[in-house]
């Protein structure tokens, strides 16, 4: 079966620099399931905007929005990478994720899953580079953030 998963590429925040393959970040994965699926392109174009903002959210390591490419579109959703947990809860909060939250409430259901850790930590010493969101490894993040989507990991 092939992947149904698409994702955008990495587009690093202002701390993106500022981290290295060592450093303890918080990887944040949220999924947004719609109650009906022509409701998913909605959700996915308030991520684009929201990713717009990026580059001067204080302390975002990088972010990747993704979309569930089967027949039935019915998720989304994204996964970031922040220099601490304080970080991810000012981006929680910000008056324009909290619109977004409050315009797509009691239209679908919402998890999230953080986890604080090293990106190499994720799959280990031998995952590649990926330069877009500096010297932090994402690639293992992706890959983590994956397993969870397809099921293969829980999200627990």
């Given amino acids: 079966m092939p992947p149904t998963i ?5 587009k690093p925040g202002p701390a993106a620099h ?10 944040s994965v949220t999924e947004f399931v719609t109650h ?4 998913t392109p ?4 308030e991520g684009f905007r929201l990713r717009r903002g990026w580059p001067s959210t204080p302390g975002a390591v990088a ?3 993704w979309m569930d490419t089967r027949p039935r579109l019915d998720r989304s959703g994204s996964v970031t990478v922040w220099t601490d947990e304080a970080s991810l809860m000012r981006f929680v909060t910000r008056p324009d994720h909290t619109r977004v ?3 797509f409430r009691g239209r679908g259901v919402m998890r999230s899953l953080t986890r604080e850790t090293t990106p190499a930590a994720l799959s280990g010493p031998d995952a590649r580079r990926e330069t877009a969101a500096g010297p ?3 690639a293992p993040v992706w ?6 989507l397809t099921g293969a990991e829980p999200w627990s």
């Fill in 6 to 10: 698409k994702r955008t590429s990495w």
């Fill in 101 to 103: 939250v409050r315009a």
């Fill in 143 to 148: 890959a983590y953030a994956e397993r969870i």
């Fill in 42 to 45: 909605a959700v996915a174009a």
């Fill in 18 to 27: 500022s981290t290295g393959p060592g450093s303890t970040v918080v990887v």
């Fill in 36 to 39: 009906r699926p022509w409701g």
């Fill in 136 to 138: 932090l490894l994402l």
């Fill in 63 to 65: 972010i990747i929005l």
